[in-house]
């Protein structure tokens, strides 16, 4: 079956750096899209970032962007978020998620051109608190 696990979060202080990975199986690592996404008390989930672990394209999301970076370590299958200069804000629970190909075309899979579509698996999730 599929599974995704989380970890690495954990309790810093403003400006301070945490790494998250995600450990996969169950599935074709190369085949699918790995997103993090985070959630904190009150407010909707969202996306953070995401990455094609065929061809490495990332995205992030504006709140993120230039303080934190995702990577893919295909041969682990298994997907890291490190996150510098942390702020409050980026409080929340951070959940690792896959998503499966939309289709496949002379041997290519084919995802959204959309971020953060399509994700069906989800982690566990893992506590970040940045304390100030």
């Known amino acids: 079956e599929v599974q995704l696990v989380e970890s690495g979060g954990g309790l810093v202080q403003v400006g301070g750096s945490l790494r998250l990975s995600c450990a996969a199986s169950g599935f074709t690592f190369d085949d699918y899209n790995i997103a993090w996404f985070r959630q904190a008390p009150g407010k909707e989930r969202e996306g953070v970032s995401c990455?094609?672990?065929?061809?490495?394209?990332?995205y992030y999301a504006d709140s993120v962007k230039g303080r934190f970076t995702i990577s893919s370590e295909n041969a682990k299958n298994t997907v890291y978020l490190q996150m510098n200069s942390l702020k409050p804000e980026d409080t929340a629970v951070y959940y690792c998620?896959?998503?499966?190909?939309?289709?496949?075309?002379?041997?290519?899979?084919?995802?959204?051109?959309?971020?953060?579509?399509?994700?069906?698996?989800w982690g566990q999730g893992t506590q970040v608190t940045v304390s100030s």
């Open positions: 990455i094609s672990t065929d061809d490495g394209s990332t």
């Open positions: 998620a896959a998503a499966p190909p939309l289709l496949r075309v002379d041997s290519k899979v084919v995802h959204s051109t959309t971020p953060f579509v399509g994700y069906d698996y």
